[in-house]
C-alpha cells in the first residue's frame, strides 16, 4: 500500500503580513510535495492563504474582520492560489484539483463518501488534490475557521499515514516562543493532556487564524484517526523529507490507534451530543479499556434532552468527558433505569429492545 501524507499549509506559511501571496514560498512547497510523490507518496494538500492572498487584490487596508469582507476576499484570493499552485506543480508535471469543503459537507455520509472517492480517483490518477474551506458558503457558527482542523478531518477521511501541519514555528513550545524567548520546545507529545492545551496560544500573526491551539486540537482528532501528526517548520529544500523520517524542526504527536471507521469519526468529532450521562468509576474503566458495552447499572445522572437514536456525551464522576455515542433509551426511560442491575430493567420497562444504554460498537472513547 502507498504511504498517504496530508500536508497542511497556513497562511503564515504562503502570504505577508500586508496581504498578497508569496509566489517563492509556493514554488518551494510545490517542489517538496513533488519530490514526495516522485518517491512513491501519494501526497494531499490542505492550503489556507484565500483570505490573505485576496484582501489587498480587493483594497482592503488589512486582513478583514467582517464576515462578508473576508468571504469576498476569500473568493478572489482562492482562484490566485489555485493559479499559483497550479503553475507550480505544472513545472513538474503534476495536475491539481480544487476541493472546497464546508463542515456542515463533513456532517453527511453520502457528501461524504462522494469527496472520499473523487480524491481516490484524482490520487489513482496521480493528481493532488488541494483542499481549502468553501469559505463564501460557510457561515461564522458553523465554519471550521482556520484549515488545521479541516486537515485533521481530510487525514482521517483518507486514512493517511502522516500529518503535517506546515506553519511559521518550530512547533509547540512550553509558552508562546514570540513573546518568551526562553520557552522550550516538545519534541515528542505521547498524549495531549490538559497541560499541552494550557501552553498552547493564540495565532502569533495577522494573516494566522487558529494559532497552537487550533494545532493542537487538529493532532487531538488526527491521533484519535489513527494518524500519527507533525507540527513545524518546513522551510529548507530536503525538509519534507528530513519530516518524514522523524527530523524535521517540530512537534511529533504520536499515535497508538488504528484508524477510525466514517462512523466513529462523525460520532467523535462531527456530530452534536444531545444530553450527557454521567457515569461512575467500574463503568469509566470498562468503557476507557475498551470492548464494554455501557450498562444502565453504571450510569449515575442524567443531563439534557434526548431520544433513543440521539447522541450523547458521557462524563465521569469529576466531569471529564469519555467519550460519546448513541444512546438506545429516551432520556425519561433512562431516568427510570439509571443505576439497576440489568435482570431488573427488564422489570421496569416493557418492549425493550437492547439491554445496553450504548453499545460499544456506537460508542467512541476520548480520554
Ligand atoms: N506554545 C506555543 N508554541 C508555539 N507557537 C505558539 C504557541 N502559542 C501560540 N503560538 C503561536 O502560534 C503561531 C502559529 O499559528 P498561526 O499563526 O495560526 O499559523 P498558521 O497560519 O500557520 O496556521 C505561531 O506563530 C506562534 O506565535
Ligand atoms: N480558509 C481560510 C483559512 C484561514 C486561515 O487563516 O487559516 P490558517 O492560516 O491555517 O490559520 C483561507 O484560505 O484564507
Known sequence: MMQRIVVKIGSSSLTSEEGGLNDKAISFFADELASLQKQGYQVLLVTSGAVAAGFRKIGYPSRPKVLHEKQAAAAVGQALLMQSYQEAFAAHNIGTAQILLTRTDFGSRKRMNNANMTVEELLRQGI??????????????LKFGDNDTLSALVANLVKANYLIIVTDTDGLYSADPRSNPDATRFDQVDEITDEI?????????????????SKVDAAKIATRGGVPVFVGKVSQPGDMQLTLQGHGKGTYFKTHLSSLSMKKQWLGFLSNPLGSLIVDRGAEEALIAGGSSLLPVGVKSIEGHFHAGDVVEVLGLDRQT????????DEDQLQIIKGLPSKEVV????????????????WISLK
Open 128 to 141: 493532488v488534490p488541494i483542499f481549502n474551506e468553501n469559505d463564501t458558503v460557510s457561515v461564522d457558527e
Open 197 to 213: 492545551y494550557a501552553v498552547a496560544g493564540g495565532a502569533g500573526s495577522s494573516v494566522g487564524t487558529g494559532g497552537m491551539r
Open 322 to 329: 469519555i467519550g460519546r455515542g448513541i444512546v438506545n433509551y
Open 347 to 362: 422489570n421496569k420497562l416493557e418492549g425493550i429492545h437492547r439491554l445496553e444504554v450504548i453499545h460499544r460498537d456506537e
